[in-house]
């Protein structure tokens, strides 16, 4: 009897075991130590026009909220996991009223697996956001967000056995090139509301064959090409841009050229500018 007893105890035990550990999974997943970082925010404490808040939970895990001290423009929140690794960061033109999320998952190795697009905050969620009587902070909110979205748009990134990325979304890395991946500003995030950027995710092909000679680089954002990238012998030289129907918009000659601004607002133009100088 007193077998049995112990026997419906240790089960019990596991069945309690098993329920949290799924729920632990859930919203963090299998995460190594010090994971890949592909985004690191332009704006940090030490900028005179912006603030971090910084909020915790009872599992370590933290939300930094970025925003201006003396005016509204971008909302921007970094949500990290227990072992410091980025998950979520939710971003939107404060106007707008609207928070969307780029989430980033990891393998067991800490290498980023897969990198998501999703929807809007609810309404719901965001008013409490937004609340000064609000019960929740944005930690929570965040969090619940990471465990409850269903992404738009999936980026995932497939290794071959020597761990060589092979493709990302639906880019495929030729012979002859390496993938570099990151998540960036991509126009004036910080400087404009309701046409102020966005945050995205940007993929680029470089040439490992020709560095001795003239070669041509490939930049993605998602899947989208935005800008071919012409090298001599490892120089920059030229770019060429592309808008959302594939079109090739302009060629510029400028070395300086600001990549990010350049390709957001060519990415969205309808007509070809190829002939203006």
């Not at 859930?26 to 030490?46: C, F, H, L, M, T």
């Not at 979205?149 to 495929?172: F, H, Q, W």
């Not at 001599?232 to 510029?252: L, P």
Request: proline share 3%; hydrophobic share 35%.
């Amino acid at each position: 009897m007193r077998i049995l007893y112990y026997y419906i105890l240790t089960i019990l035990f596991m069945l309690v075991s098993c329920k949290d550990g799924k729920e632990e999974v859930s919203v963090w997943g299998q995460e190594a130590d010090n994971a890949e970082k592909i985004y690191i925010p332009s704006v940090n404490r030490e900028d005179d026009e912006f603030e971090q808040i910084v909020e915790f939970d009872t599992d370590n895990s933290y939300c930094v909220n970025t925003r201006h001290k003396t005016f509204a423009f971008s909302e921007h929140y970094c949500l990290y996991s227990p072992k410091g690794n980025l998950r979520l960061i939710a971003t939107c033109g404060s106007e707008t009223c609207a928070l969307s999320a780029t989430i980033i998952d990891y393998d067991s190795l800490g290498r980023v697996s897969n990198v998501k697009m999703t929807g809007l905050l609810p309404e719901d969620d965001y008013r409490m956001l937004k609340s000064s009587e609000s019960d929740q902070n944005s930690i929570q909110i965040m969090k619940r967000w990471l465990n409850t979205a269903t992404p738009l748009v999936e980026y995932p990134i497939k290794r071959d056995s020597l761990d060589n990325v092979v493709s990302i979304g639906t880019v495929t890395v030729p012979n002859g090139y390496r993938a570099k991946y990151y998540i960036d500003e991509w126009g004036p995030f910080w400087t404009s509301d309701l046409n102020g950027g966005t945050i995205n995710f940007f993929v680029v092909l470089e040439n490992t064959e020709c560095v001795d000679g003239s070669y041509v680089n490939y930049m993605y954002c998602g899947n989208d090409l935005i800008a071919e990238l012409a090298y001599w012998k490892g120089v920059f030289i030229k770019t060429r841009t592309y808008n959302n129907k594939g079109i090739m918009v302009k060629q510029y000659n400028n070395r300086d050229i600001n990549l990010n601004h350049t390709t957001y607002y060519d990415f969205l133009t309808e007509e070809p500018k190829w002939y203006i100088e």
